[in-house]
């Protein structure tokens, strides 16, 4: 988003933390809010949640789960030449012998690659995870008075937050 606030949500196994990054038109996003609170019992994250949710009174805005690294795959593979609006069909025949469980039992998405000049097939990154762990997130984010909005993954989140700047022709990370 060019404007507002966006927050993000990670559920490790023995925390849940919550950071919020407010964007105002063109200047730096800054960090509103960050907080932690231990959780290592599943069976009591929905408290933890929304105790965290009333106390910064974050009731009703969107939110982005974050998924821990251990919770997907995420694979560069060559794509299938095919078209883009078959492309997640073809990717699950790539994926599924990387997975411990069955293919049906997977989201999967991608993330295009640039292509560089001397390769000879288009890459992607191919990302993975167990469609229950999407479903159980997206239901906890829920009742605990949030609105579930995007499901991203932690090698990609800090992308998503971190604006690059042009500096004579050179990209830096600010």
């Not at 990670?10 to 609170?37: M, Y």
Request: with cysteine; proline share 5%; aromatic share 4%.
């Amino acid at each position: 988003r060019k404007s507002g606030e966006q927050l993000g949500i990670h559920i490790s196994n023995d925390q849940i933390s919550l950071a919020e990054i407010v964007r105002e038109g063109d200047k730096e996003p800054r960090l509103s809010l960050f907080t932690a609170a231990p959780c290592s019992d599943p069976a009591n994250r929905m408290n933890v949640l929304k105790e965290l949710v009333e106390k910064h009174t974050l009731h009703k805005k969107h939110a982005v789960i974050v998924l821990h690294a251990e919770e997907y795959l995420i694979e560069q593979i060559e794509a299938p030449d095919v078209e883009d609006k078959e492309m997640l069909k073809s990717l699950k025949w790539r994926v599924k012998d990387l997975l411990d469980y069955p293919i049906e039992k997977a989201s999967i998405d991608y993330l295009d690659m640039p292509k560089h000049q001397d390769a000879l097939q288009r890459k992607v990154y191919a990302v993975a995870t167990k469609s229950s762990l999407i479903r159980e997130r997206s239901m906890l984010v829920e009742d605990a008075g949030l609105i579930p909005d995007v499901i991203d993954i932690s090698d990609l989140a800090l992308t998503n937050l971190v604006p690059f700047h042009q500096n004579n022709d050179e990209e830096i990370i600010a």
